[in-house]
């Protein structure tokens, strides 16, 4: 045993239950390779998560691609890795030093660290032999080089050789010459591994099968795929990280799944604009002539699209808006994930206005409220936004396959047909006839002579007759009013699990805090501490967040934003005492962690001086 790993080679075997870490740089292929992991792992039945720590420039800048496999399902961000693959030089010392006792670090061969640790087991590698030896044509060379790192730990690991093998065809979609020569590069390290070092850690992977009937899909991907089964016939966008690829996903899957079957002709229309403000623009008319019609942004993009939601909910165009939210303000961090856009999403734009806004907890979450939002902003004749983040939204996370009933049909809500006019039916605009602050509407072309109406952002009366009157403008004020109580019975009903025991705390959370919010309740129960959880859904609050929330002497509001943008909503739509909303907030850019979420709220119970209900009856 080589005495910098003395004591590594007789540790127990730790196995399906460690995390990696690849250090690499941006732009040099090394997604291609980890790709190639996670889905070779997952393929192994064995529970698995990737997260991706990118830059925001094109190429240069260090990245890190963290994968958690877990026996036990668990999917978030976990603090601290036990294997590092060091193929960055410029970071390789900061990383070997953030690595645990005991931990594995495999590095090319011509990689000195100035300060070298005897508790890490070290695994070098004769890289770029590797790859001269591979035949690649150089040009090549620096992106294939990554599949060293592939065959190094599929061979220290027992990783599924098969498996890795079947992920490059995936990815290359059976092309035979990259197949071929990734695939070569993998084994050919594999096999220099094996004849050159003893394995001398505790770490491995066995089969499971803890990921049948599971798929791993990015949240942008479900997404498009839920915008295109929820009828969309229209996207008009402009390019900005990280939504771009929700964009680029339906632009991909939408003549499969909108074209004409008989001719192949598009039944669809997808423009990339010039601005975020003409992308928005085009919606609403789209959206305005019948069609469903969303664009996908982030921040900045909401930010300037202000005027045009507003307009959208003044004059009650029913559009979707997907925002993959990312680190503000300004450009912020725009390759970290936060959830930052509540408030300005909640009541865009200027006046009293209020949207429906939907939290998707993963990819079929996606999928199934992305569907849903078209059906969400028929019925209520409103703009609808679907919030993602970076983190659903360019992460590959495991989830339940997407189930769609053939049979289901659009909910286009209040729209009055050319029979109903002929018949006599008075139709106002702007008029609330059932109750529900809901006006009917029809599309353009209905009739020759009947229905006509003057869109527009200024007031009107329920006739859509323009009107300066103060008593039309407050009519149609209360009553777009009432119309988003109506929305709080149609938008997704809240999650709540309740703690195994009975408790005076509750936590609430939404969105991508969903897997670290698990992991930390059952941390917390192993502590003692027992909390009741409820996963907001969606916008307008539900009757039962507030309810959950009179039932709890305390409550914890747990999100990625610096201001408390969900507990601002708690407190302003709830009328809540503030005391009573505790704060968890974390804002790095990373994704959250269970052990941030339990440790934070047993620091605030600490502090508050409030006592578990079990050891509140012991004592």
Request: proline content about 6%.
């Amino acid at each position: 045993v080589p005495p910098q790993d003395a004591g590594q080679h007789d540790r127990p075997a730790i196995v399906n239950d460690f995390s990696i870490v690849v250090a690499t740089v941006n732009g040099s292929g090394s997604q291609t390779a980890n790709n190639t992991l996670i889905r070779a792992i997952f393929k192994m039945g064995i529970p698995v998560s990737g997260k991706n720590l990118f830059p925001s420039n094109i190429q240069g800048l260090p990245t890190w691609y963290t994968i958690r496999v877990s026996k036990d399902g668990y999917t978030a961000r976990r603090e601290g890795t036990e294997i590092l693959v060091a193929f960055n030089p410029k970071t390789a010392e900061e990383d070997l030093a953030a690595l645990p006792p005991g931990g594995v670090c495999i590095h090319p061969d011509d990689m000195k660290f100035a300060q070298p640790r005897a508790d890490v087991a070290f695994y070098p590698l004769p890289v770029k032999e590797l790859v001269k030896a591979s035949g690649v044509e150089p040009k090549l060379r620096d992106y294939i080089a990554n599949m060293a790192y592939v065959g190094a730990l599929a061979e220290l690991l027992g990783i599924d050789f098969g498996q890795i093998r079947a992920a490059i065809s995936r990815h290359f979609k059976g092309k035979p010459k990259p197949v071929e020569s990734n695939y070569a590069l993998v084994t050919a390290a594999a096999e220099w591994v094996r004849a050159n070092h003893t394995k001398r850690d505790p770490f491995g992977v066995a089969p499971l099968d803890k990921t049948d009937g599971m798929i791993l899909i990015d949240g942008n991907t479900a997404g498009a795929l839920g915008a295109l089964v929820g009828g969309v016939t229209v996207l008009a966008w402009y390019p900005i990280t990280p939504s771009t690829s929700l964009a680029d996903a339906l632009t991909e899957y939408a003549p499969l799944l909108r074209g004409d079957e008989e001719s192949g002709a598009a039944t669809y229309a997808i423009v990339q604009a010039e601005d975020e403000l003409a992308s928005i623009g085009m919606v609403i008319g789209a959206a305005w002539n019948g069609a469903r019609a969303f664009t996908a942004t982030s921040g900045p993009g909401i930010s300037l699209m202000q005027e045009f939601f507003g307009l959208a909910y003044f004059a009650e165009v029913p559009v979707v808006v997907f925002n993959v939210q990312r680190g503000g303000p300004s450009t912020g961090m725009p390759t970290r994930t936060q959830q930052s856009d509540l408030i300005s999403c909640a009541y865009a734009s200027h006046g009293d206005t209020k949207h429906v806004l939907l939290f998707p907890e993963d990819p079929y979450e996606c999928f199934t409220l992305g569907a849903q939002a078209f059906d969400l902003a028929d019925r209520l004749q409103t703009p609808v936004f679907v919030l993602l983040d970076l983190d659903i939204g360019m992460n590959d996370r495991l989830c339940h396959p997407f189930d769609w009933d053939d049979s289901r049909r659009y909910d286009r809500g209040k729209v009055m047909t050319a029979g109903m006019l002929d018949a006599g039916k008075n139709f106002g605009r702007y008029l609330d006839v059932d109750g529900d602050g809901i006006p009917w509407r029809t599309i353009p072309g209905t009739h020759p002579t009947k229905g006509a109406f003057f869109s527009r952002g200024t007031t009107r009366n329920a006739y859509a007759k323009y009107s300066e009157a103060g008593t039309d403008y407050i009519y149609n004020m209360e009553r777009l009013r009432h119309k988003l109580e109506t929305a709080k019975k149609l938008v997704p009903a809240p999650v709540i699990k309740p703690a195994s025991q009975a408790t005076r705390f509750g936590a609430i959370y939404y969105g991508s805090t969903s897997p670290a919010m698990a992991e930390a309740s059952a941390l917390l129960e192993a502590k003692g501490v027992h909390v009741d959880t409820l996963r907001v859904r969606g916008f307008p609050f539900a009757d039962e967040v507030i309810d959950f929330i009179d039932q709890h002497e305390v409550v914890f509001v747990v999100e990625q934003n610096e201001s408390g943008q969900l507990r601002m909503l708690l407190l302003t739509e709830g009328e809540i005492d503030p005391k009573k909303l505790i704060r968890v907030l974390h804002y790095d850019g990373t994704p959250i962690t269970a052990r941030f979420i339990s440790g934070r709220i047993a620091d605030a119970l600490s502090e508050h001086k409030v006592t578990p209900l079990r050891k509140q009856v012991a004592s």
